[in-house]
């Protein structure tokens, strides 16, 4: 008895399917108005025998980036309370509506709390105006995601199979229109109110710099194209790179004509919006070619320079300059290389030492060309550790100026030994 009665609800639920894509096709076109309707028909009168063409709102699906929601916490804890509540009603499906103005947010808190992980075990079935699941005694958690149809028998129908469903189902109902929750809800609106000025500004903030990001990140992937390039290479504003594959699509290491290459970050490090692991990744698939001469890093905000940095496979490298980068932790190991001449280390906040990292792990003779060292404004750098090979202490054998200035702490362990000076 149990088996035939399933498949007679599953026959009828069939039938209702179709209805029920009807009645959503309308939700979708009564999003128009009154005045657009009238202006297609006196259009129309004009236009006998053009084809007729459906206007429809495009769907939305449960799928949300949560990073970039701000302001609706409280809503969604709001909307979440509501869906664990045990407190059934005689509709048996308890429905919530989210009402608001266009654009004010009701499908993206919908999709927030449809995502949410503490709602995930309430429910056997969760449906995004999706009714192909077996709902039979199930608990169901259904979205309607902008209702305009306000017809109290349209929603009947709609209602209908739903009703076979257990008694923790849910539905969420999102509509601008006050009189669509009258009818639909058994439960208080939760209407939407606008956010507080400081989310408004932060969001707008965002999206600017995600424009300013996709802009550079055009101009940086537009550099493939520029296979001749030579001389002299100054990359700015590198801090709105926001895809770091963008980098890579640069092909810096394809250029082998380019002597001198500049790259430079805001020099704004405490920007909550830049990322450390971001800015590494940047600076790892921006590696230049291995004739580079020069180098200059400025403002970079990552914690420790890639690999690439100080290989000693970049035997042309002479020049190198790194200023502002103040999150570092720890200096670039560039003593292994070969022809290095100039180094000018600047503005380094969070260096308290100067160690075998710097020389280059297990080198015999670091720094074997280096001519010009200079190091300033690093209020921490407080030692300056030497380290031998084989008994021999072999470092900076050509140094001639070493400069240092604003290193208040740094008041021994400075190098005394070095032939040229």
Not at 25 to 32: S, W
Not at 120 to 125: A, E, S
Request: contains cysteine; charged residues 30%.
């Amino acid at each position: 008895m149990k088996d035939r009665h399933v498949k007679i609800w599953l026959a009828e639920l069939q039938d209702l399917a179709y209805d029920m894509d009807d009645i959503l096709d309308e939700f979708g076109t009564e999003a128009l108005g009154s005045k657009l309707v009238q202006e297609c028909r006196a259009n129309r009168k004009n236009d006998v025998g053009r084809p007729k063409r459906k206007i429809e709102r495009p769907p939305t699906t449960s799928l949300v980036n949560e990073a970039l929601v701000y302001g609706r916490e409280e809503d969604k804890k709001a909307i979440i309370d509501l869906l664990l509540m045990n407190d059934y009603s005689d509709d048996k499906v308890i429905v919530i509506p989210i009402v608001g103005i266009g654009g004010i947010g009701k499908t993206t808190l919908a999709q927030l709390v449809y995502n949410d992980d503490s709602i995930k075990d309430h429910f056997d079935i969760k449906v995004w105006v999706e009714l192909k699941e077996k709902l039979y005694e199930n608990n169901f958690l259904l979205v309607l995601d902008d209702i305009w149809n306000g017809r109290y028998h349209d929603w009947n129908i709609l209602q209908f199979p739903l009703e076979v469903g257990g008694l923790r189902s849910k539905i969420i109902v999102t509509t601008r229109d006050q009189n669509v929750s009258s009818i639909m809800r058994t439960v208080p609106n939760h209407s939407l109110k606008e956010l507080p000025n400081d989310d408004c500004l932060f969001i707008l903030t965002q999206h600017s710099l995600g424009e300013k990001g996709q802009g550079v990140g055009y101009q940086i992937r537009e550099l493939n194209n520029l296979s001749n390039l030579k001389g002299q290479l100054s990359l700015s504003r590198l801090e709105n790179l926001v895809n770091a594959q963008d980098a890579l699509e640069a092909r810096l290491f394809d250029k082998s004509n380019l002597d001198d290459l500049e790259m430079k970050w805001s020099a704004d490090l405490k920007d909550d919006l830049r990322k450390e692991g971001v800015e590494k990744e940047v600076l790892s698939l921006l590696q230049p070619h291995k004739k580079l001469k020069k180098l200059i890093i400025k403002y970079y905000g990552g914690l420790a320079f890639p690999t690439w940095v100080g290989d000693p496979s970049f035997k042309n490298l002479i020049f190198l300059n790194f200023e502002g980068c103040q999150k570092c932790t720890s200096l670039p190991s560039i003593g292994k290389l070969p022809f290095l001449k100039v180094v000018c280390i600047k503005g380094m906040s969070f260096i308290n030492r100067v160690d075998a990292e710097f020389y280059g792990e297990k080198c015999s003779n670091a720094f074997p060309s280096l001519e010009i060292l200079h190091f300033e404004d690093m209020p921490e750098l407080k030692e300056w550790n030497f380290y031998q090979v084989d008994g021999q202490t072999r470092f900076f054998k050509c140094l001639r100026d070493l400069s240092v200035k604003k290193c208040p702490k740094l008041l021994r362990s400075q190098p005394s030994c070095l032939p040229c000076l």
